[in-house]
């Protein structure tokens, strides 16, 4: 299942993260079994320089001649109507 290979990944992603300034993968707990839809890092600017996070991103940003792409960096989840008014979705 793709949840399975997902969660394979993360498992060897995150230990090898854990050495790069300015990156820190999140806390799994042993007991957790997350699917992992996106790998969420936490991004330290300081502990680079100040190094802007578009300009960190860059060398992982896909190329393509013939189309422009784009990568936002990613947003704050505690800024989102879910987090700040859970209520009014989530009745209960």
């Known amino acids: 299942m793709q949840h399975r290979l997902r969660r394979a990944i993360a498992t060897r992603m995150c230990p090898a993260l854990d050495d ?3 990156t820190y ?9 997350p699917t992992w839809y996106a790998l969420p890092l936490r991004y330290e600017p300081t502990e ?3 190094l802007p996070i578009r300009r960190f991103l860059e060398p992982y940003t896909p190329r393509v001649p013939w189309k422009r792409t784009c990568r936002d960096p990613p947003a704050r989840l505690d800024t989102h109507p879910l987090f700040q008014r ?7």
């Open 48 to 50: 680079l320089g100040g």
């Open 25 to 33: 993968p999140p806390y799994v707990p042993a007991s957790a079994r």
């Open 86 to 92: 859970p209520g009014a979705l989530l009745p209960g």
């Open 20 to 22: 790069m300034p300015g």
